[in-house]
């Protein structure tokens, strides 16, 4: 795979986490639980695929120094902190947990995903492309 065309999956992926995640959230408002989690394990799934094509990606690129070590350590704990939700989300559900702590460990998680997406457009936005085998044409092709 080129790298736009890597870059094109990376950014329909994560619109993709955007428009799922937005979707398991009206769900729940309407307390809709199985559309809640539809909606989460859909986002789950497109989650992956986007952190896939970012480590893809991230193999083409030389990274600023100061931006990779600001982004990194959020990313990661980003990544973490999604138990939070799942757990208290499930705990919620089975009857055992208030839907103020699920509320709460969303909003832990959703600023650490804002702050990750932030930094990570900073990264991107300061790192050059390698010049890649991938990215020279061979025969035939
Ligand atoms: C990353 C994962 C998840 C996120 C981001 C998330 C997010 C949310 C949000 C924002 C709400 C609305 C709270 C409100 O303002 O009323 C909610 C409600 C709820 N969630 Fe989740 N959730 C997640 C996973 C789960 C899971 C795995 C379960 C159960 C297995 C679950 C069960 C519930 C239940 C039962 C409600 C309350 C719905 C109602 O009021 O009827 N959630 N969730």
Same mark, same amino acid.
């Given at each position: 795979?080129?790298?736009?065309?890597?870059?094109? #999956?990376? =950014?329909?992926?994560?619109?993709?986490?955007? *428009?799922?995640?937005?979707?398991?959230?009206? +769900?729940?408002?309407?307390?809709?639980?199985?559309?809640?989690? %539809?909606?989460? $394990?859909?986002?789950?799934? !497109?989650? *992956?695929?986007?952190?896939?094509? @970012?480590?893809?990606?991230?193999?083409?690129?030389?990274?600023?120094?100061?931006?990779?070590? *600001?982004?990194?350590?959020? @990313? =990661?704990?980003? @990544? #973490? &902190?999604? =138990? !939070?939700? +799942?757990?208290? $989300?499930?705990?919620?559900?089975? $009857?055992?947990?208030?839907?103020?702590?699920?509320?709460?460990?969303? #909003? *832990?998680?959703?600023?650490?995903?804002?702050?990750?997406? $932030? &930094?990570?457009?900073?990264?991107? /936005?300061? %790192? &050059?492309?390698? &010049? /890649?085998?991938?990215?020279?044409?061979?025969?035939?092709?």
């Amino acid at each position: 795979m080129t790298t736009d065309q890597l870059l094109i #999956g990376f =950014f329909v992926s994560l619109g993709l986490v955007v *428009v799922f995640l937005v979707g398991a959230i009206v +769900l729940a408002k309407q307390h809709k639980i199985k559309g809640h989690l %539809a909606g989460i $394990g859909a986002m789950l799934v !497109a989650l *992956v695929a986007t952190l896939v094509f @970012a480590e893809t990606l991230g193999r083409r690129y030389t990274f600023d120094p100061t931006s990779y070590r *600001v982004h990194m350590p959020i @990313a =990661f704990l980003a @990544a #973490g &902190t999604l =138990f !939070a939700p +799942l757990i208290t $989300g499930y705990r919620h559900w089975k $009857g055992k947990g208030s839907v103020g702590a699920h509320k709460k460990a969303f #909003g *832990v998680w959703f600023t650490l995903v804002v702050l990750a997406l $932030g &930094t990570g457009g900073w990264m991107l /936005s300061a %790192a &050059t492309r390698k &010049t /890649s085998e991938a990215e020279t044409p061979t025969q035939g092709e």
